[in-house]
């Protein structure tokens, strides 16, 4: 069975700064995809990144950016030029096949 | 709609109640999932949906727990005879064409049951 770890319950950033959250995996397979979403506290999932796990080249949305690091089966985010807005709950998710597995979350909370 | 839609957004009930909570996933979207949040953890799959025929249901915690979807759009998550231990956020998620691995994964506002 595949597993999802965030090894980090809360993080805390000041606004403009960078943070990294964490994020590590198991599996067995060759071909998934990985996922942050967030959280914020409306409840709604918003789909930050995802990253194909046969592409070697990190994805990047925008401020958001990944370091895969397949072999290590690591899956972080950052976070760059953190804003008031960013702050939420972040998920880190897998996928092969069907469903999603996702981690236990990351809170984030972005200080002024 | 332009996105996933659940109803109710809340919902109280009393311990041994039967509660339905419904699911509208974005137009055109073939695949749809169920997702348990408990206080505090992340998101546990429940049930999956192709079409109105669903190939997994291995999350359902046990068989107070049912789920259809009718016209490959509308699904219904019922919970018989409520427990303590189900109160929870109920996410709902979409994906396009095949839900293969690839697909993306939206998902809706989610409905918190509270069970008294």
């Known amino acids: 069975a595949q597993t999802v770890t965030q090894s980090q319950p809360e993080m805390s950033v000041q606004e403009a700064e960078t943070v990294t959250l964490s994020c590590t995996y198991d599996t067995s397979e060759s071909d998934y995809y990985l996922f942050w979403y967030k959280q914020p506290p409306s409840r709604q999932m918003i789909l930050v990144i995802r990253q194909e796990a046969y592409k070697q080249q990190n994805a990047t949305e925008n401020r958001f950016s990944v370091n895969f690091q397949k072999a290590a089966k690591s899956f972080s985010l950052k976070i760059s030029d953190s804003q008031l807005g960013d702050a939420a709950m972040y998920f880190c998710a897998y996928r092969s096949r069907d469903k999603l597995t996702f981690g236990t979350g990351t809170r984030l909370a972005v200080r002024p | 709609g332009a996105g996933v839609s659940q109803s109710p957004s809340n919902k109280v009930t009393e311990k041994g109640k039967d509660v339905e909570l419904r699911c509208d996933p974005i137009?055109?979207?073939?695949?749809l999932y169920w997702y348990r949040q408990s206080l505090g953890q992340g998101l546990e799959f429940l049930i999956y949906?192709?079409?109105?025929?669903?190939?997994?249901k291995s999350g359902l915690p046990s068989d107070r727990f049912s789920a259809e979807r009718t016209g490959g759009s509308v699904s219904t998550l019922t919970i018989q005879r409520t427990q303590q231990e189900d109160s929870a956020v109920y996410l709902c998620?979409?994906?396009?064409?095949?839900?293969?691995?690839?697909?993306?994964?939206?998902f809706g506002p989610g409905t918190r049951l509270t069970v008294l």
């Open positions: 137009s055109g979207h073939t695949a």
């Open positions: 949906f192709q079409g109105n025929s669903a190939p997994d």
């Open positions: 998620a979409s994906s396009p064409a095949s839900g293969g691995y690839e697909d993306t994964q939206y």
